[in-house]
């Protein structure tokens, strides 16, 4: 199975650090988060990795090399201008030929295993499968700055939107969570976008209605390193 770790964006909230370096590259207890996804993929087997970057690229690739210092393999898919999350995904999506891959977020940190992503991977069908599920999301607990979440789980099917009635029904009370950036794909989900500049969350939201995305709560470690802030309290943790 092969992985993309997501490290295009300019990370805007990070600033002034990501002015002179790129977000996956800050450091948590002296290790840069991006190391810590290449490390935890190794850790599962998942040696073939592609990284795509835009902001700052280069800096990435004189820092992970060909991934050979990490038991991996890397590749690059070079970006001039940040293709958002969908964008990238497609313009890397040659790598992966017909086989499903896990896809995880440069800028976040988590201890979550991957070989649970692995055994969840093979569940994801072509778009001509009677069981055609397409994506399998990671969600967590809220945090803080993010308290409304993003999707609902029921029966291992992730939805953007349930009935009143349904909720109404649900004992206990179902919640929203918080999608982890964490995630596995079937290579035809891309397929059939343009090229460009792309979002995710659209094509995400319009496959729950068709009940093709799939979904797991991760209750482990999480943390979006969204501010330099959030980056401050996750080291003061580690250093303690």
Known sequence: MKAMILAAGRGER???LTDTTPKPLLKIAGKSLIEYHIEGLVKAGITELIINHAWLGDQIEVQLGDGSSYGASIQYSREGQALETAGGIKHALPFFADEPFIVVN?????????????????????????????AHLVMVNNPEHHCDGDFYCLNQLVYDQLSDALLAATVPPLQRYTFSGIACYHPDFFRSINAGKQALAPMLRHAMTTQQVTGEIYQGKWWDIGTPERLEQLNLIHKN
Do not use: E, H
Not at 111 to 133: E, G, I, M, R, W
């Open 106 to 134: 440069g800028d976040v940190f988590s201890d979550y295993p991957f070989t649970q992503l692995v055994d969840s991977s093979k569940c994801l069908q072509t778009s001509q499968s009677s069981n055609n599920t397409m």
């Open 14 to 16: 990070m600033r002034p």
